[in-house]
């Protein structure tokens, strides 16, 4: 049976598309059949991470969601853009990094009911054996509806007062929506802290699994979103919490 997974945060710039990317990643090479589709249609960004340029973008999610095309026909195939060994598939569906179409968002919104029915649409014609929903940070009509049709929920915070705070509030909200499974996953933690301790604590505050607690690395950094990093970095220690994530995934 097909999963949905949100994966979500309260605020940008938490690692949250790097973290949609690189477990959709681990899941294929698996062998399953992923969809990743991007709902940060504000802001979107994760169609970098795949190597997916936009003159190759021949339909976006808003093209969809503003009735020019169906939901399959914005899913692109990145699976080859990984490298070898990729046992299964990746499908994105990426928003449009246009400015005028970003401002048009913006100005008139679209439907969000719309992204229900495509996120159906999208498993049963691509026989989906997960969708990875990479969310807008915060909460609004759209994130409300994808964290309520979720099976999983994957909050990325980092160990920020910011973060604490914002996480808090959308935790209390996933539980009043009667989420299956609620995740944690801490990211960016400096090395002058205890990867235990971090973990300890978030899960004493929010009463919920943490999943993962991934170190700040500078190779990642350097990356800079120039790809996939457990495809780049299969060795690497971040790389194997990422592995435990998504065993959990899995489960």
């Given at each position: 049976m097909s999963k949905i997974i949100s994966i979500h945060s309260f605020r940008g710039g938490t690692g949250k598309s790097n973290t949609s990317a690189n477990l959709a990643t681990l899941l294929a090479l698996e062998g399953n059949r992923v969809g990743v589709i991007d709902t940060d249609i504000q802001s979107p960004g994760i169609h970098v991470l795949f190597g997916l340029e936009e003159d190759k973008m021949v339909h976006s999610l808003n093209d969809y969601l503003w009735g020019k095309c169906t939901i399959n026909q914005t899913a692109h195939d990145v699976t080859a853009n990984l490298g070898a060994g990729i046992?299964?598939?990746?499908?994105?569906?990426?928003?449009?990094?246009?400015?005028?179409?970003?401002?048009?968002?913006?100005?008139?919104?679209?439907?969000?009911?719309?992204?229900?029915?495509?996120?159906?649409?999208?498993?049963?014609?691509?026989?989906?054996?997960?969708?990875?929903?990479?969310?807008?940070?915060?909460?609004?009509?759209?994130?409300?509806?994808?964290?309520?049709?979720?099976?999983?929920?994957?909050?990325?915070?980092?160990?920020?007062?910011?973060?604490?705070?914002?996480?808090?509030?959308?935790?209390?909200?996933?539980?009043?929506?009667?989420?299956?499974?609620?995740?944690?996953?801490?990211?960016?933690?400096?090395?002058?802290?205890?990867?235990?301790?971090?973990?300890?604590?978030?899960?004493?505050?929010?009463?919920?699994?943490?999943?993962?607690?991934?170190?700040?690395?500078?190779?990642?950094m350097t990356l800079a979103s120039a790809g996939v990093f457990v495809a780049r970095y299969p060795d690497h220690p971040v790389t194997a919490v990422y592995k435990q994530i998504a065993e959990q995934l899995l489960r």
């Open positions: 046992k299964g598939k990746i499908f994105l569906v990426p928003s449009s990094i246009k400015a005028g179409e970003i401002a048009r968002v913006l100005r008139e919104g679209y439907d969000v009911v719309l992204l229900n029915d495509g996120f159906r649409d999208l498993i049963e014609t691509l026989q989906l054996d997960m969708l990875i929903i990479d969310t807008h940070p915060g909460l609004n009509e759209e994130t409300l509806l994808s964290i309520a049709i979720s099976d999983y929920l994957l909050i990325i915070m980092r160990p920020d007062q910011q973060d604490y705070q914002g996480t808090g509030v959308t935790v209390e909200v996933a539980r009043k929506l009667n989420v299956p499974r609620l995740m944690i996953v801490v990211n960016k933690v400096p090395g002058v802290f205890s990867l235990t301790e971090v973990k300890a604590r978030v899960e004493k505050t929010y009463n919920a699994q943490v999943v993962g607690v991934l170190p700040h690395s500078d190779e990642l």
